[in-house]
T-cell receptor, first 114, second 116 residues
Framework: DTAVSQTPKYLVTQMGNDKSIKCEQNLGHDTMYWYKQDSKKFLKIMFSYNNKELIINETVPNRFSPKSPDKAHLNLHINSLELGDSAVYFC?????????????FGPGTRLTVL | QKEVEQNSGPLSVPEGAIASLNCTYSDRVSQSFFWYRQYSGKSPELIMSIYSNGDKEDGRFTAQLNKASQYVSLLIRDSQPSDSATYLCAALRSFAGGTSYGKLTFGQGTILTVHP
């Protein structure tokens, strides 16, 4: 009965490769997010989708492409991986209900680029 | 100036004491505020949310919000070793027609250690 799940949990790959991370939520939320947490533990939003529509796109390299096939899923594809992409990537989801919209996080995917 | 700034840690308190975590934010449009707890190697876990000025209590946790001062705090009473974690303050700025989906901006986190 996991609320927000991500696969894989760990991803180790070589520079230049392409990889994907998948996220699914069973909370009935209609908004989903991708965050990146760097080595200093700073957590920063990358993308947000509301009901399959992109609503937040921070200054992220276009090597990163999110895709939402339906409102319960948000995947992240990364092309031409670089050393600086090594981080923990968290998926999150929330309702769209003023003024709250608490976000619930998945377990994270630790990406290591060698 | 950082959008959300937390008091620099690490913070160390003895078991049973009150731990006080502070946060300031720069964007006056922010309307909702959250405290997350993150254990090492785990994901952030929501522990408190606050939207109105004043205090909000939930068990051993009390969140305080002062929008005029752009200040949010979290008090943990009767601190336990299991409270040892990184605490993240976050501010939500809504956009797009008054809906609540918006940008959640996090502070850099404060590491709390509760020693027996």
């Amino acid at each position: 009965d996991t609320a927000v799940s991500q696969t894989p949990k760990y991803l180790v790959t070589q520079m230049g490769n392409d990889k994907s991370i998948k996220c699914e939520q069973n909370l009935g939320h209609d908004t989903m997010y991708w965050y990146k947490q760097d080595s200093k533990k700073f957590l920063k939003i990358m993308f947000s989708y509301n009901n399959k529509e992109l609503i937040i796109n921070e200054t992220v390299p276009n090597r990163f492409s999110p895709k939402s096939p339906d409102k319960a899923h948000l995947n992240l594809h990364i092309n031409s991986l670089e050393l600086g992409d090594s981080a923990v990537y968290f998926c999150a989801s929330s309702h769209v209900t003023p003024p709250s919209a608490e976000q619930f996080f998945g377990p994270g995917t630790r990406l290591t680029v060698l | 100036q950082k959008e959300v700034e937390q008091n620099s840690g690490p913070l160390s308190v003895p078991e049973g004491a009150i731990a006080s975590l502070n946060c300031t934010y720069s964007d006056r449009v922010s309307q909702s505020f959250f405290w997350y707890r993150q254990y090492s190697g785990k994901s952030p876990e929501l522990i408190m949310s606050i939207y109105s000025n004043g205090d909000k209590e939930d068990g051993r946790f009390t969140a305080q919000l002062n929008k005029a001062s752009q200040y949010v705090s979290l008090l943990i009473r009767d601190s336990q070793p299991s409270d040892s974690a990184t605490y993240l303050c976050a501010a939500l700025r809504s956009f797009a027609g008054g809906t609540s989906y918006g940008k959640l901006t996090f502070g850099q986190g404060t590491i709390l250690t509760v020693h027996p």
